[in-house]
């Protein structure tokens, strides 16, 4: 399709100005749904570039991006608000590390310090997050179809050719974005995902699967039963009996919640009401926790702006609606909507539990009536957040599977799209009785400390095979504990312009998403704002490794310990000396070059303060030995050049010594790479040979096996009386 012309772009402006006062319900409608079944069913067909499927914080901004590209694109929202969490509630942004936030993303936080009259906002109520959103799609002249439920995929080969809504709306584009929390036209597409939690095993993980940690647990010990300390009595709602074994992976999801706006100003708080289905009895575990002493209630009460809060999750019971969610990856919209209905009960009826409840101690009930919800926010749906906080669902499987390993460092991809930046946060997946017949919390992970790191483009579009024109932004190729780092709203906007730009790159080729250039993707991310590399870049140096983990290529003499405590190194860890029996431990790594001739030899290590300064390194080579010492208190996690030298076929080795040594010794990886392309005709330059290639019509080796090379085989073993008095060279048939 061709670019958009200006007059276009203003009239499709025009028509996106008009689409969302139109297309949005109005003030005091009951919009408090996930499904919105279409009332009729309206054909129509519409034609764009490009189709975005979720009009969360990272459709958005793809949409900004694309009409900057020059590309014309509509956003198609199964809901009824713009922006998902970053207007729906999560005014408290999560950020991790605010440098390495680029591009839009960086941007939508300077539009709404803008709004308050500073450069930029990283706590802000929810209707100025919409308002900012408005302004963008309003900029980028991206029509917005509201309450727009997927119905089906038209596919062409590996290509979608369409998508078509319950409510008779049918896009054709080149090519599509999946933005939605659910990832539900990327599985629609037929690309590769997953659910739930896999094991600690498929990825060699360590906090993957199920975990039982301390952080959001109880503190005390709480009967699970509905009459204290009765087994017989039967579980509280909610509760297990299986008890979980770390690092299995399961179906269950981490739970969800909605992020609430609340406020103590009187002439703007909305007290807080009964539920119709109230259930007294999924507060149990919280009343006997308060009983015993638990007093962090206002914990997570952040402040955003003029009197607001971003209300979250805190505890062993809180409003998150543990165990409650397992539906929703793959139910129907009617599914969802009832786990939806019973999230919003839960959470209106653990608020009013808390201010009216009087079991519940004074002064929190006291304290908690003094809070209601801010009724300036959230007016067409009775001021509670209509976007569930979809903390995880379906994950798309593709060639790369960002995991922990990424997360800690220990992995630097080439093709960088964005970094992300936060620690790997799971929140717990369920309840169960433990061995001593108390309840307890399963599934909170909370690891940190890492640098921001960068997300593999791979992960953001299906592998090899499959569908050729989707790009995933947001269910994106993850394992379960890795995604709970990545999943915060600045990355996905970060990875929704970044599929905006590859789109483009390709566009005017028609060319597989697969195919984009990462070289060429990175300039232009670059030129864009976006930041892709953190402390350290990608090496630009291809070899042959032998990694301290290759037994048939390692020899190591005495005891080595395997680490992975200290991030930048190859493979799953490195070998150290533990700083003893200096002397007396050695790793030596043979090479096996497959030719002879003249490679450049590589050293990696992990550089601490705790390493040693003086490591010897023996380089052998064809004629002798090259013998130098190492600083590993500096130029770790990279690879460093020892020399180059000449190695026969085979040969080669490289020995990490401990000997004399003043600090940890650390035993990595090598590489060898040649110092020019290793060809055939190369190798008969240097005075080599291929074993079998030994003439051709010139009567000489000519880079060919045939019928030249089988008469001279035969030519030479009949020229010997016998095949045991051959001289060197000729051939033992």
Request: glycine share 10%; hydrophobic share 40%; net charge negative.
């Amino acid at each position: 399709m061709k670019k958009i012309n200006m007059v276009s772009q203003r009239l499709i402006a025009l028509l996106t100005v008009w689409c969302v006062a139109a297309c949005h319900v109005p003030t005091g409608a009951d919009n408090l749904h996930y499904y919105f079944p279409p009332d009729a069913v309206a054909p129509q067909t519409v034609t764009t570039d490009v189709c975005i499927y979720g009009g969360t914080s990272a459709g958005v901004v793809a949409a900004l991006e694309l009409s900057r590209q020059g590309l014309r694109a509509v956003i198609v929202h199964p809901g009824v608000r713009l922006g998902g969490l970053t207007s729906g509630g999560l005014g408290w942004t999560d950020i991790g590390n605010k440098d390495a936030i680029g591009g839009i993303s960086h941007e939508f936080y300077q539009r709404v310090g803008a709004k308050y009259g500073t450069s930029e906002d990283w706590t802000f109520e929810p209707s100025v997050a919409l308002a900012v959103f408005g302004d963008m799609v309003a900029e980028a002249g991206a029509p917005v179809y509201y309450k727009a439920f997927l119905d089906g995929v038209e596919m062409s080969g590996l290509r979608i050719a369409a998508v078509r809504m319950e409510n008779g709306l049918r896009v054709v584009a080149d090519y599509f974005i999946d933005a939605t929390y659910e990832g539900d036209l990327m599985a629609a597409a037929g690309v590769t995902f997953t659910t739930g939690r896999e094991a600690n095993s498929v990825y060699g993980e360590t906090y993957n699967g199920q975990q039982v940690q301390g952080g959001h647990q109880f503190n005390y010990n709480i009967s699970p039963y509905v009459v204290a300390g009765s087994a017989a009595s039967g579980l509280l709602p909610g509760i297990e009996t299986t008890a979980p074994v770390t690092g299995v992976g399961d179906h269950r999801e981490q739970a969800y919640n909605f992020r609430m706006c609340l406020t103590q100003v009187v002439g703007n708080r909305i007290a807080f009401v009964k539920p119709a289905g109230y259930d007294r009895s999924w507060y149990v575990l919280l009343d006997r926790y308060l009983a015993a002493g638990w007093n962090q209630v206002f914990s997570k009460f952040d402040g955003v702006n003029n009197g607001k809060t971003d209300t979250n999750n805190h505890g062993a019971v809180s409003t998150d609606f543990i165990g409650q969610n397992y539906g929703w990856p793959n139910g129907t919209y009617a599914e969802r909507e009832a786990i939806f209905q019973a999230h919003v009960v839960y959470q209106k009826g653990l608020m009013w539990f808390l201010a009216n409840d009087p079991a519940v101690p004074g002064t929190i009930r006291t304290q908690m009536s003094a809070w209601g919800l801010a009724g300036d926010e959230f007016t067409d749906s009775g001021n509670w957040p209509c976007q569930l906080y979809i903390r995880e669902a379906r994950r798309m499987v593709g060639d790369y599977v960002v995991t922990e390993h990424d997360v800690m460092g220990a992995r630097l991809v080439k093709d960088s799209v964005g970094l992300a930046a936060y620690g790997m946060d799971s929140h717990n997946c369920r309840r169960f009785v433990d061995a001593n017949g108390w309840v307890r919390n399963e599934g909170n992970v909370q690891v940190g400390g890492f640098s921001p790191y960068p997300l593999s483009y791979r992960a953001i579009v299906p592998r090899v095979g499959e569908c050729t024109n989707l790009a995933v932004p947001v269910c994106l190729s993850s394992s379960h504990i890795a995604f709970g780092s990545i999943r915060m709203e600045p990355v996905f906007m970060i990875l929704g312009q970044s599929s905006a730009v590859a789109i483009a790159q390709v566009h005017s080729t028609g060319q597989d998403l697969q195919a984009v250039d990462s070289k060429v993707l990175r300039a232009t991310l670059e030129g864009r704002g976006q930041r892709l590399y953190w402390e350290r870049e990608p090496e630009d140096i291809e070899g042959t490794i032998v990694d301290s983990e290759d037994a048939a290529a390692v020899e190591i003499t005495g005891e080595w310990l395997a680490s992975s405590s200290v991030a930048g190194f190859n493979g799953a860890n490195y070998l150290h000396d533990n700083n003893t029996a200096k002397g007396q431990k050695s790793v030596r790594f043979d090479l096996n070059v497959p030719i002879a001739g003249v490679f450049k030899v590589y050293l990696r290590w992990t550089q601490n303060s705790n390493r040693a300064s003086n490591v010897p390194v023996t380089v052998r080579y064809e004629n002798g030995r090259a013998d130098s010492v190492i600083d590993q208190r500096t130029n770790g996690s990279r690879w460093v050049l020892s020399g180059a030298y000449s190695f026969t076929p085979s040969g080669g080795s490289v020995t990490v010594s401990n000997a004399g040594t003043d600090g940890y010794v650390i035993a990595d990886a090598v590489m060898y790479v040649p110092e020019t392309a290793v060809t055939c005709n190369g190798v008969l330059d240097a005075g080599g040979r291929l074993a079998a290639d030994v003439s051709g019509p010139e009567n000489c080796p000519d880079c060919r096996i045939d019928l030249h090379d089988f008469a001279e085989l035969a030519r030479q073993w009949l020229a010997c009386n016998h095949p045991l008095d051959c001289p060197d060279g000729y051939p033992q048939l």
